[in-house]
């Protein structure tokens, strides 16, 4: 099992047993994704004529990244795996393509709106606070312009960033919001992302980090949605179900939120009441 580590603390590298989004949902360029069952996701478990039945697409945006040199070359063969990356241990199939580690995702061997085969990097800030009475928790999130639904105010890592200064950079553009301290952010996940881009080939991995500010902190916070937004959301918690966030971004709070209650015993009470909010 690999590990992560960021400003001194460590987490296991996390690949979810199922990616329901990822095999059931895809970006309507994508044309669909063949049809998967879940007996047939895991890549030891035969499937004649599967690769066949798959859609082929790529971005154009992605085509003018390649020309930049910012996103794989479409052939495969021309690519070192050492130029493929992971949190995770990659394995790739007989043709060198890398396997994605949950399974079939009834979308490849392209990588759609992807700009790399294998892990394209993420970071997640995840932002909360409480009301003054303890009572409730909120969420900072972004409702995404391609129809996502509200998600994480997160992005994709540039190459020459630090994950920490990827984390913070993208909640300014996506929220304006540049107080935080990056040393109080407290790792909370790395690993893969059910997001419904990823392919058979490519897919996303993220780092996610918290913090958990004081509500007066709140007061002087002037909010505004950023270019990859449409609207920021300040979701109370402990009313909304967190399975109605954007891909496993759900799943990533509540981890968050668990590692919140355990050291804060006055939240303990909010954080159930937002784990158990259906
Ligand atoms: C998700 O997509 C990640 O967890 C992150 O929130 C986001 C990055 O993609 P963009 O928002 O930059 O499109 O998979």
């Not at 300040?234 to 109605?244: D, H, V």
Request: with cysteine.
């Amino acid at each position: 099992m690999s590990e992560y580590s960021f400003n001194g603390q460590t987490v296991q590298v996390s690949v979810p047993s199922k990616h329901p989004k990822s095999v059931l949902y895809c970006p309507e360029q994508y044309g669909g994704r063949a049809v998967v069952p879940n007996d047939l996701v895991p890549w030891h478990v035969p499937f004649p004529g599967y690769e066949k039945s798959r859609n082929r697409f790529t971005a154009t945006s992605v085509i003018k990244a390649r020309k930049r040199g910012l996103a794989h070359p479409a052939d495969i063969r021309t690519i070192s795996p050492d130029d493929i990356r992971s949190y995770v241990p990659l394995r790739f199939n007989a043709e060198g393509y890398p396997l994605n580690p949950v399974g079939r995702t009834g979308f490849g061997p392209e990588t759609g709106l992807l700009w790399k085969y294998g892990a394209n990097f993420a970071a997640d800030p995840i932002v909360t606070w409480h009301s003054p009475n303890f009572e409730l928790l909120y969420l900072l999130v972004v409702e995404r312009t391609d129809g996502g639904g509200y998600a994480l105010p997160g992005g994709m890592c540039n190459c020459e960033e630090l994950i920490s200064q990827t984390l913070l950079r993208e909640l300014g553009e996506e929220t304006a919001l540049k107080s935080l301290n990056p040393d109080d952010a407290k790792l909370v996940y790395c690993g893969y992302v059910d997001d419904w881009r990823n392919g058979d080939h490519s897919w996303i991995e993220t780092v996610a980090a918290h913090w958990h500010v004081e509500p007066s902190d709140t007061r002087s916070w002037k909010l505004r949605a950023g270019s990859d937004a449409r609207t920021i959301g300040r979701l109370c918690l402990n009313t909304t179900p967190l399975s109605s966030l954007y891909a496993n971004h759900g799943e990533i709070v509540r981890i968050a939120l668990s590692k919140l209650a355990a050291r804060d015993s006055r939240l303990r009470r909010a954080v159930e009441e937002s784990l158990g909010a259906k």
